[in-house]
């Protein structure tokens, strides 16, 4: 059972506009959901993050979104460079030691 | 400092062979974890240590056993692999008792089993 979704496994952009990639989550119970960034035969670095009492958290040209109602997560990207080309992952977690990733989102970002 | 060091970064054996995949940190993170990775899929969580104990197996084969020898290390032994055990296998650590925790990744060890 995915706990967590992103529906969209690519996603092309040109250099210097904002990428968007969206995640959704099944469990209300989930209160802390990251971004992770990995490009091939490396492992995931973080980006970003942001816990449910918030809706919005911003580190320079990354924005993560939370609406919890909704269930949906989204990091926007702006501006868009070449170097951001990279598998992004959403993952999700609550108390305990578990974290959930999603499918990933394959961006490109075309110079 | 947020590194997870993971040896070897390359691992080839044979399906006899017996080997060990090495992870470390030193960010004073109690909560420790073993993930599988194959090309295109999201990270399948294999074990979790927390306070240096199994507190989550994923249903992984006995061929893998991990340990935890102490809070900062993290080992993955290895033995009679299958081909399809082939993937990238990542390290990870968090902390435990803070309820907004994040995990950090190593560069993980690329496995190939012939």
């Known amino acids: 059972d995915q706990q967590v979704k992103q529906n969209s496994p690519s996603l092309s952009v040109q250099e210097g506009r904002i990428s968007i990639l969206n995640c959704d989550y099944t469990n209300s119970m989930f209160d802390y959901f990251l971004w992770y960034k990995k490009y091939p035969a490396e492992g995931p670095t973080f980006l970003i993050s942001i816990s449910s009492i918030k809706d919005k958290n911003e580190d320079g040209r990354f924005t993560v979104f939370l609406n919890k109602s909704a269930k949906h997560l989204s990091l926007h990207i702006v501006p868009s460079q070449p170097g951001d080309s990279a598998v992004y992952f959403c993952a999700v977690t609550n108390t305990g030691n578990q974290f959930y990733f999603g499918t990933g989102t394959s961006l490109t970002v075309i110079p | 400092d947020t590194e997870v060091t993971q040896t070897p970064k390359h691992l080839v054996m044979g399906m006899t062979n017996k080997k060990s995949l090495k992870c470390e940190q030193h960010?004073?993170?109690?909560?420790m974890y073993w993930y599988k990775q194959k090309a295109k899929k999201p990270p399948e969580l294999m074990f979790v240590y927390s306070y240096e104990k199994l507190s989550i197996n994923e249903s992984v084969p006995s061929r893998f056993s991990p340990e935890c020898p102490n809070s900062s290390l993290l080992n993955l032994h290895l033995h009679a692999l299958q081909p399809e055990d082939s993937a990238l296998y990542l390290c990870a650590s968090s902390q435990v008792t803070t309820k907004l925790k994040t995990q950090y990744f190593g560069p993980g060890t690329r496995l190939l089993v012939l």
């Open positions: 960010m004073g993170h109690r909560a």
